[in-house]
């Protein structure tokens, strides 16, 4: 280009066109780069020339200091970690100066907190840590269970679940009529289906060259975080009060997901998506190696409400499925059952009774001040241990009372994670 | 960067916000905080100040959402000045001496700058960023793109005389900001 460059100005300068100054061609070339000159991102030959010629030309010389301290005010857009909370004060803020018309009901909050956590976490992430293998774990027949898959692969697993919930709102659910899902409504089907067409499945997928980066994660990451935002918007359209609604069936799973009082709410379906979006964006900043916090305290404190109020469930099905290491004790009408004292401590936290015997029984005072047996743990720590993250045996922070009850309670406890 | 929005986005989430669906203001926040937060700080540099500017930017148009006008700019730019402005503001009641005075200007240039490559079109921002933070030349900028090498030149010039301009108008200008982003953004096309 150089070369070429002297050539012209060698032959300007033959046919006499140039009487002083610069060559017009030159100037012209010179100022078409400046742009480049000026960041530093031109050829040798060329930063040569442009200076060169700045020498003779005022004019470029004057645009070359302007744009080179222009260059100076380019700064490399930060990735900012807003705290969390920050979000919750500035909506809190906004919606205290202007009631919001349609409000997010209060047990939809969770979900949409929850997702704009992970979607957060998900755009601090450098390109190449999409290629992370991300571990799941569950809880099976009382043993471990796991499956590793990628970053996107858990995007893909939270809107197949979240898509039943999506279809039950009145939303498109996104795997209909997707080919190879006999039930549509097995939530482990739904997760392999949609692995199966991504194909994010498996961590050893992504070995290829691009497969499983942020662009093909986007793949994923978009579809995931507009059905999230639909959720959240079709709660707001329902209305808070329907949350107390009971839906028909158990929206798969039953005996995992043990529905509280025989049938699922709304807002229990709810928290249970929150709930999977934290456990999940917790998997995912673990394996790419970034601290994650748990949700907001009130938050929070209705996710351990849900898993405290399904846990009699799950205490009653490992009974029925003979798993039970406890003795059985059939409670007569009239006489309560036996209890658990469940003390979670954080701020999340607080105190449940569980019933140990039917998980119908309520439980009267008196029958709480009775409690067989005591455990306490942290919040945290009990929703962990209840998204198969914790061992049962690890989980407790202090334990009185039969450890055969207290073993049965924390394994149910384990016992409702799933894939 | 990411979260760009296309103009019937900011038309719908204007509507969206004039109904009152906390939903939106949500997905607002989601989409802009960052960009709202980090321009406030990098004239503010106080967590708490910045913190009290990306409140005030989301109450400004939750409260009043005709006060952006999706004809006049785009959402992002739109709040993007609004950050700006507040925290030059901010700053101005905070400055006293002829040193603070400084201060103010040169933050309000910076403030300046970060908006006007928020607010300029996404080819030309795109190619300041390839070449000045991926120090890539402008050939490889160019393949990176899929634009010829007069393109990719014409863009680095275009993109950096926008950018000057934050350093000709003082911090008296906040507004002034969008003439040169909207020019650039007629011309890009």
């Known amino acids: 280009m150089a070369g070429n460059h002297e050539d012209h100005r060698g032959n300007a300068e033959r046919r006499g066109e140039v009487e002083a100054g610069p060559p017009p061609d030159a100037h012209e070339r010179v100022t078409a780069l400046l742009g480049a000159w000026a960041l530093v991102a031109c050829s040798v030959e060329e930063s040569v020339l442009v200076e060169g010629h700045l020498a003779d030309c005022a004019a470029c010389a004057d645009e070359a200091d302007r744009l080179a301290d222009a260059a100076m005010l380019l700064e490399p857009p930060r990735s900012l970690d807003l705290a969390p909370e920050l979000r919750a004060e500035v909506l809190d803020g906004c919606l205290a100066r202007r009631p919001a018309r349609l409000p997010v009901p209060s047990w939809a909050a969770p979900l949409d907190a929850e997702a704009a956590r992970l979607d957060a976490l998900l755009l601090d992430m450098a390109d190449d840590e999409w290629l992370a293998k991300v571990p799941l774990r569950w809880f099976e027949d009382d043993g471990e269970r796991g499956h590793t898959t990628t970053v996107a692969g858990v995007l893909d697993h939270l809107r197949a679940l979240d898509g039943l919930l999506a279809r039950l709102m009145g939303l498109p659910d996104p795997l209909a009529g997707l080919p190879g899902l006999a039930d549509p409504d097995d939530p482990t089907a739904r997760t392999l289906a949609a692995w199966a067409t991504t194909g994010h499945g498996s961590a050893e997928a992504t070995g290829g060259e691009g497969n499983g980066t942020r662009a093909n994660g986007a793949a994923s990451w978009e579809p995931w975080r507009s059905q999230t935002r639909a959720l959240v918007w079709a709660a707001s359209r329902t209305g808070g009060r329907m949350g107390e609604r009971r839906v028909p069936g158990a929206l798969g799973d039953p005996g995992r997901l043990p529905a509280v009082g025989g049938a699922w709410s709304l807002s229990d379906l709810y928290l249970e998506r929150a709930f999977a979006c934290w456990t999940h964006a917790g998997d995912i900043a673990h394996a790419v190696e970034y601290p994650y916090e748990p949700p907001l305290p009130p938050h929070l404190r209705l996710l351990v409400d849900l898993t405290a109020r399904r846990l009699p469930g799950s205490i009653a099905g490992r009974r029925r499925a003979g798993l039970a290491r406890s003795a059985t004790r059939l409670t007569t009408a009239g006489s309560p059952g036996r209890t658990l004292h469940l003390e979670v401590e954080g701020a999340g936290g607080g105190d449940w009774y569980i019933p140990l015997d039917s998980p119908v029984a309520g439980v009267s005072r008196t029958a709480a001040r009775g409690a067989v047996a005591h455990v306490a743990l942290d919040d945290v720590v009990f929703c962990q241990l209840a998204a198969g993250r914790i061992a049962p045996d690890e989980a407790a922070s202090g334990a009185e009372g039969d450890p055969d009850i207290i073993h049965d309670v924390l394994t149910a406890a384990a016992g409702m994670s799933r894939l | ?189």
């Not at chain 2, 967590?47 to 700019?73: L, Y």
């Open chain 2, 1 to 189: 960067m990411a979260h760009e929005t296309p103009p019937h986005w900011d038309r719908n989430m204007r509507e969206r916000l004039r109904r009152g669906e906390a939903a939106a203001l949500a997905e607002l926040y989601d989409r802009f905080a960052s960009l709202a937060f980090g321009i406030a700080q990098r004239v503010l540099d106080d967590e708490a100040a910045t913190g009290q500017v990306t409140r005030e930017v989301f109450a400004t148009i939750w409260e009043s959402p005709d006060r952006f006008d999706p004809r006049q700019s785009t959402m992002r730019a739109w709040i993007a000045g609004q950050a700006h402005r507040l925290a030059v503001s901010r700053l101005r009641q905070r400055a006293a001496g002829p040193e603070t005075h400084a201060q103010v200007r040169d933050a309000a240039t910076a403030a300046r700058a970060d908006y006007i490559v928020t607010a300029m079109p996404a080819p030309l921002r795109e190619a300041l960023e390839l070449t000045r933070f991926q120090r890539q030349d402008y050939r490889q900028m160019a393949e990176r793109l899929g634009i010829n090498e007069n393109e990719a030149r014409r863009r680095l010039r275009l993109g950096l005389q926008l950018l000057s301009s934050a350093a000709r108008y003082g911090a008296e200008s906040a507004e002034a900001s969008e003439a040169p982003a909207h020019a650039g953004e007629r011309e890009a096309r």
